[in-house]
């Protein structure tokens, strides 16, 4: 009989020290897929979607409190069945339209699950936040069994991730009860940045047309 062995575990210190090995690998092996998928996608296309990514384990101070925000007491069952974004992986792209390739590409990838997606670009946040948001699953085999391990990755232009950075850094300082018309105004910025967004997009774009046209009538000659 297949035991699991996250049921198995206790809330002592070895099994905490347990489950964030988990979370470390699975971490580890989906920046090697994305390190890999921008590698092909240099050598295939001779473009670089990603600017570049960071990646984060949540503190345990962080995931306790989160905990507590949703009422739940601190247990690795808990942790591990309702904080999703303990291992975060940040992807930055240059454009919007890179945004939705790399999700289709990492998506394709067979041997990671995508368990739910949230587009905040289609569908903002109140605030103004922008971004598309994966939730995968990385199975990582333990002598004990095989653990789907679960990573959030978030996919962003540099313009979203700008804003969202400083929008964390004032809201950090407020802790969440800022000013209304400091919220006021960072909506208007995230206005700004969507418009720059789909300036720098058009303007890619007619960069990539006249490219074409010119080595189009260079052929010709």
Known sequence: ???????????DIDSWTT???????????????LEILNDEFKHVHKYNPIEYFKSRIKTPESIVKKLKRSGLES???????????IAGIRLVCSFTSDIYRLAE???????????????YIKNPKPSGYKSYHM????????????????????IRTIAMDFWASLEHKIYYKFEGNAPDYI????RDC?????????????????????????????KNE
Not at 23 to 28: D, F, I, T, V
Request: zero cysteines; a negative charge.
């Open 183 to 186: 919220s006021r105004e960072l």
């Open 135 to 154: 939730l995968v699953t990385v199975p990582i085999f333990l002598t004990e069994g095989v653990v789907d391990t679960k990573v959030e990755i978030q």
């Open 190 to 218: 995230a206005e700004m940045v969507s418009m720059l967004d789909a300036r720098m997009l058009r303007l890619n774009e007619a960069v990539l047309k006249a490219k074409a046209e010119q080595d189009a009538a260079q």
């Open 19 to 33: 489950i964030m090995f988990l979370y470390h690998s699975a971490l580890k092996k989906v920046n090697t897929k």
């Open 105 to 119: 590409m990492i998506g394709k990838q067979n041997d990671l699950t995508v368990v739910t997606v949230k587009d």
């Open 1 to 11: 009989m297949n035991v699991d062995p996250i049921a198995a575990m206790g809330d």
């Open 75 to 85: 247990t690795i069952i808990n942790m591990v069945d309702h904080v999703n974004d």
